[in-house]
């Protein structure tokens, strides 16, 4: 069913002209500067493993610039060979290919620009060069430069016109065909960023398009997409935006697409799916699931319309008329857990029981991305935590409030966890969470980490903050930060800048002049938090026996004997407070008197030894650092606390002693609370 672009092309040409205009708008105001646009016609060719397609660019220069190469990104091509720096990066080689398999052609992929020719007529193919930005990897080939015979002068306008064709891979991950199973996400050849001075980190102009690693994928421009996808008559298909049209071509059908001030294009497509449908306010939710996993569609759904109430209620609106749910088969689930504009997979397997809420998870994770990295366009090769941290941060708050503080990770016989402590049990099980600091490009992460410190622990430390500064405060930070930077590319400073002015609006000058002292810690450094109560003393306040005074008074009084208390005795209390950890965080500390009398205190954690001196009627019964658990960077709760042991004699001592160990391994757990 390949396209032929000879007979094709006068047509085409005439329809790009006109395509703009003729979809249906969505947006008669936009809503992002719609930097860099496209019209695509692709075809898909279903015996080949191939598509076939022709794109127009529409590109804004957003600088006062003159740019005289373009940048693209042909992701397909990570595909293309073991040595790829995408295969690279993973350590493997060529994981969906298994024994023989390897000689199959059809298990690779790969992106290929036919012709290329600028908005003048000029040809520019044969400049076309593959760079390697990251690593110097001659076999990499998911970037290109263009040279323009024509430059791009200083907030002027130019078109591209691209044939190209690409060969799609067995699904691995995120992208391409299993048996009749289709997900198409980076499969276009897609332009990178032009970043003006002052932009984020640029000192100068330039382009930000970075080779494609395993780990990250997302940055690029707003823009309009409109989309036609011929293909099989008998497929059903899902894509970014809304669906304009369908045309019946006999064995084929195409279906004509249009998404806006968005910054990708994904869709979807498989003769097993079955349709669910439902709507939230004027959202329209569609879900594409196998029957065997029919049973999922409810579950998504109604995590989906939480996630959207509390984004309502709380950050922003979520601006779209449409959300797709992809619940790919067993034999695609290479393709789960992944977001797109308007379009998310979850995972699908058969016999999820609802205790475990894998699916709730990942809908809610998914649906988050459509705020952070879609509508608040960081870099996410560069500073992965700006848009996974966030996002898990969220993921946790959402579950805990519409599936239980301690269960809504998992509840099955007395075992459950809720989503922050999950988290918070992993993150500190780990051998090495010195490993790296959070901010650092996502192919920086050479020796492992990367999961951890861009997803874990920026969500743990968001938490942490959010004990410091109060809920309604946190929330004033993150609405803030979402209305400010939303349909613009914010770096990690602009985050922080945020938190700085908010935090001033909130508290003043309580946690000094910035918060800076805290991202240092958690952001740009590797320090551990562990604070804990080392001892309790109580002492009876020895009566004066002696010389005194200038005139040598002499004080003797009867002192007690042993046991006795005197009628009107008062106690001298110390309480010794330890920072074994390297990081300082601000605490709360409770002291709680035999009398039922509590006093509450606030230290700044800076000291590694701290003390509090109490005198009076009562003795300090116990002792808690961080009674509510609010500093979730502090990695072990258990020394937090400190009860004055009575005296134990016999088997009440062993068994004491083996009931202390019981909890411990219980509260180590995270699972039996």
């Known amino acids: ?207 930000n398009c970075h080779q494609f690693h395993s780990q990250t994928e997302f940055y690029a421009d707003f823009g309009l997409y409109n989309i036609d996808i011929t293909l099989p008559a008998n497929m059903v298909v899902g894509a970014s935006g809304v669906l304009q049209s369908v045309e019946d071509k006999g064995a084929l059908k195409t279906y ?59 950050i922003g609106e979520y601006p779209y008329s449409t959300l797709t749910i992809v619940i790919p088969p067993l034999h695609g689930i290479g393709s789960s857990g992944m977001e797109y504009p308007t379009l998310i997979t979850t995972t699908g397997l058969y016999g999820i029981p609802n205790w475990l809420r894998t699916p709730e998870i990942l809908t809610v994770h998914e649906f988050i991305h459509q705020y952070f990295m879609q509508m608040v366009a960081s870099n996410e090769q560069e500073e992965a935590w700006l848009d996974e941290g966030l996002t898990s941060y969220f993921e946790g708050k959402i579950m805990d409030k519409y599936y239980g503080e301690k269960e809504s990770t998992f509840e099955f016989i007395g075992f459950h966890a809720g989503a922050f402590e999950f988290d918070r049990g992993r993150m500190w099980s780990l051998e090495h969470p010195q490993i790296a600091e959070v901010a650092r490009p996502a192919w920086e992460f050479v020796h492992g980490g990367y999961s951890t410190m861009s997803y874990t622990k920026p969500m743990l430390w968001l938490r942490t903050l959010e004990g410091l500064v109060g809920e309604e405060c946190m929330m004033n930070i993150m609405r803030t930060y979402f209305q400010r930077w939303k349909f613009k590319h914010p770096c990690g400073t602009d985050f922080t800048d945020v938190v700085n002015e908010v935090v001033k609006d909130c508290h003043g000058d309580r946690f000094g002049p910035d918060m800076n002292w805290f991202f240092d810690q958690v952001l740009y450094g590797t320090e551990v938090c562990d604070y804990a109560v080392a001892s309790i003393s109580n002492e009876l306040r020895k009566e004066r026996n002696g010389v005194f005074g200038a005139d040598n008074e002499w004080v003797r009084v009867e002192q007690p004997g042993q046991g006795e208390v005197p009628e009107n005795a008062i106690y001298e209390s110390e309480v010794i407070l330890h920072r074994r950890g390297d990081m300082i965080i601000p605490v709360e500390v409770v002291i709680t008197f035999e009398n039922g009398e509590q006093r509450k205190e606030w230290w700044n954690g800076k000291d590694r030894s701290y003390g509090y001196n109490y005198s009076g009627p009562s003795k300090v019964h116990s002792v808690a650092i961080d009674p509510e658990n609010k500093n979730y960077m502090d990695r072990n709760f258990i020394n937090n606390s400190l009860v004055v042991e009575q005296p134990k004699t016999g088997i009440l001592k062993y068994g004491g002693i083996f009931m202390m160990w019981v909890q411990n391994i219980m509260q180590s757990t995270t699972f039996l609370i």
């Open 1 to 207: 069913m390949k396209l032929n672009f000879s007979l094709t092309a006068a047509f085409f040409f005439c329809w790009w002209g006109s395509s703009l205009q003729a979809q249906a708008e969505l947006f008669p105001n936009p809503l992002s500067p719609r930097t860099a646009s496209y019209d695509i016609s692709v075809e898909l060719d279903t015996t080949r493993k191939m598509i076939y397609g022709q794109e127009k660019l529409y590109w804004h220069n957003p600088s006062g610039d003159t740019v005289r190469e373009l940048r693209f990104h042909l992701y397909y091509n990570a595909y293309r060979n073991n040595y790829s720096t995408w295969l690279k990066d993973s350590r493997r080689s060529a994981p969906f290919i298994q024994g023989e398999d390897i000689h199959q052609v059809n298990y690779w992929g790969w992106s290929k620009i036919e012709k290329m020719t600028d908005a003048k007529g000029n040809d520019l193919t044969k400049a076309i060069e593959f760079i390697q930005p990251n690593d110097d990897n001659e076999h990499d080939r998911t970037v290109i430069r263009v040279p323009l015979k024509e430059p791009v002068l200083p907030y002027q306008r130019t078109t591209v016109d691209i044939e190209f064709t690409a060969k799609i891979p067995v699904i691995f991950a995120r992208t391409g065909y299993n048996r009749d199973y289709y997900f198409m996400v980076q499969w276009f050849p897609k332009l990178g960023v032009y970043e003006p001075a002052g932009m984020r980190f640029a000192k100068e102009g330039q382009w």
């Open 256 to 314: 004509y697409y249009r998404a806006e001030d968005v910054i990708d294009f994904a869709w979807t497509a498989s003769p097993g799916f079955v349709e669910v449908t439902d709507k939230w306010k004027s959202v329209d939710i569609r879900v594409l699931v196998y029957p065997q996993h029919y049973y999922l569609a409810d579950r998504n759904i109604k995590a989906l319309k939480q996630s959207l109430e509390y984004f309502d209620q709380h």
